[in-house]
Nanobody, 124 residues
Framework: QVQLVESGGGLVQAGGSLRLSCAAS????????MGWFRQAPGKEREFVAA????????YYADSVKGRFTISRDNAKNTVYLQMNSLKPDDTAVYYC?????????????????WGQGTQVTVSS
């Protein structure tokens, strides 16, 4: 079972940027898809972005498309989420997750390993 640790969260003004990192304790195989999810206070956890093992395919929630970019470096066992043009609605705890399949998925039940999350707060 791989362990995932997110970092890079913080407080930023609207319009600003943050880059989240997700470091894996073990190898994140190039055959496994990775994803980012977020949970705002009082809301259910929602899908943000996913990336295939080879980085060829990516998938974004409509709410972040064009503003967020997911990437990965398998040699460093790390997945990233570059967040630009941040809005107050992006305020949430952000989680990375690993899916033990090639295909991308927006469903959290399709992911079997999760990090502890990192807080992102966007002020207006």
């Amino acid at each position: 079972q791989v362990q995932l640790v997110e970092s890079g969260g913080g407080l930023v003004q609207a319009g600003g940027s943050l880059r989240l990192s997700c470091a894996a304790s073990g190898q994140i195989s190039s055959t496994y898809a990775m994803g980012w999810f977020r949970q705002a206070p009082g809301k259910e956890r929602e899908f943000v972005a996913a990336i295939s093992g080879s980085s060829i395919n990516t998938y974004y929630a409509d709410s972040v498309k064009g503003r967020f970019t997911i990437s990965r470096d398998n040699a460093k066992n790390t997945v990233y989420l570059q967040m630009n043009s941040l809005k107050p609605d992006d305020t949430a705890v952000y989680y990375c997750a690993r899916r033990q399949y090639l295909s991308l998925s927006p469903r959290e039940n399709d992911y079997n390993s999760w990090g502890q999350g990192t807080q992102v707060t966007v002020s207006s």
